[in-house]
């Protein structure tokens, strides 16, 4: 097994969480995100099960917590449904997403200042395909949006410690987003809106695997719908491999993809983002990416509508949404595809 050594070291292994956000709304980007950190090899043999994976929640108990409370001024690390909307309402409704995903962010790297400088880093090129939309081209953001600095500043701190001390290190993150006619063109193709969600997961493996160097990967991902089988999308996916099937069951398959030069063990598994913090912490950078981005989409709509309520982008509001600004949309020919995605 290919192995590289921390600081001190000792020998680590890259563990890769998994996550979307947007993959049901009306309105609005499919967001798909992965994390990786290096994990002492000695964290991942002490293991009963290598399938349940590393506690990094407890291992990383003194800065990060999985249950977030006001009372509690650790960093909140937990599915980010549980998340958005704890810090209030408007833009502050991403205050504990934006904690944590800009945390983590200035651990590899200064935080990024704006919304440009975050997809630049996360997801280079996406600024070519947001220039097709007149709500997304030219927009931006100053971060933090409701965070304040010194309070990010602070949460990294902790975080660093905690990490220096456990001999684990956050090597950084990596987003894939479809604004909404690039997920339509998907979908058509593919005719199957799950396939194209696991060909974003399976870019993002990759793109893990090209940050590893080489390395082997140790890599979960939230299960994807009720599907239960993964060997042939995996393989089709990636077809110089050599796969063997772990275990498929009602809660959780693996797999090994032997590559040229790494092998990665593949696990996807229900309610990933409450056993998985690196699935939690991509569950987080998915909804913060996918919230900003909706922060432009209603800021643009609303300087055409005065009065017009922001929308979060699900089906029945959007629906809502769709009916306020219908003559705007007439008006300015703007064509539906582009603006409403295929369910």
Known sequence: MSQSPAPNGTPTAVVVGID?????PLLGPLVVSAVAFDVPVSVLKSLADPADGPDLWSILRASVTAKPSKRDARLAVADSKKLHGKGGEGDKAVLLLERAALAFLSLAG????????LLQRVCPGLECLLADYPWYTGADLALPVAA?????????????ADLGASGIRFRGAWSEVL????YNDRVEATRNKAVVLFGLTARLMQRAADAA???DLRIWVDRQGGRT???RPLMRAFEDARLE???EGTDRSGYRLDHASSTWAVRFTTAGETRQLPVALASIFSKYVRELLMMCFNRYWATCVP????????????????????????????????????L
């Open 213 to 215: 160097g080489g390395r």
């Open 148 to 160: 304040g600095a010194a309070d990010v500043l602070l949460q990294r701190n902790s975080l660093a």
């Open 110 to 117: 200064q935080t990024p200042p704006t919304l440009h400088a």
């Open 179 to 182: 604004p909404e006619r690039h």
């Open 20 to 24: 979307e956000a947007g993959y049901g």
């Open 245 to 247: 099937i772990l275990e």
């Open 307 to 342: 009065g017009l309520r922001p929308t979060a982008g699900y089906y029945e509001d959007g629906k809502r949404f769709l009916a306020d600004i219908d003559h705007v949309v007439r008006q300015r020919g703007i064509a539906l595809r582009s603006l409403v995605r295929l």
């Open 229 to 231: 089988g993964y060997r």
